[in-house]
């Protein structure tokens, strides 16, 4: 099998919330909703997923922006983490997500990883991402929880199932 090649896909781009719900529905399963990117292109590369059509959601104005209501605040889940980490409004009232935001990664992936795709992510755990029938998966092991595992990576320990969990950074913030 190679690696480090993506398998073709159709790319959409709509710039509407209606049509970007009509393609999700549509492909089901075979789609991929596509924001920052910073997660998919790893998958897509690894061929650990093989979308029929990714559809990008980046020209959706509406899916953009931080603001206050009524109940607190509105986050646009296209919204940059550094968008997050600066805003004068959410380091003044939710100061602990603005930390959260300014601890992701690197200045580059903060300009266009996105709050959605922070929370959204998937496991890093390399046995589910290889493609193993894991807990994960929908098996019924969880690989790196055996004896014989590497599970330095992971920290549910302990745990009767699977044990890796979400590298989001911002979800605890939120």
């Not at 968008?83 to 380091?91: D, F, H, P, R, V």
């Not at 992701?104 to 755990?125: E, F, H, K, L, Y």
């Not at 807990?135 to 092991?141: L, P």
Request: aromatic share 8%; proline share 3%.
């Amino acid at each position: 099998m190679l690696r480090d090649m993506m398998a073709n896909f159709e790319l959409y781009q709509p710039t509407a919330i209606d049509h970007a719900l009509n393609l999700m529905n549509r492909y089901g399963n075979d789609g991929w909703v596509l924001a920052g990117g910073q997660d998919s292109f790893d998958w897509f590369k690894d061929r650990a997923k093989k979308p029929k059509a990714v559809i990008d959601i980046n020209g959706i104005d509406d899916l953009h922006g931080i603001r206050e209501t009524a109940d607190g605040i509105e986050i646009g889940a296209l919204t940059t983490l550094t968008e997050i980490e600066t805003s004068a409004l959410i380091k003044e009232k939710y100061g602990v997500l603005a930390d959260a935001a300014r601890h992701v990664a690197s200045p580059q992936i903060r300009n266009v990883g996105t709050i959605g795709g922070n929370v959204c992510q998937d496991t890093r755990c390399w046995y589910y991402r290889y493609g193993l029938d894991c807990y994960r998966a929908g098996g019924n092991t969880c690989y790196a929880d055996t004896p014989e595992g590497i599970d330095r990576e992971h920290c549910l320990f302990g745990a009767d199932r699977c044990i890796a969990v979400s590298p989001s950074d911002t979800a605890p913030g939120l």
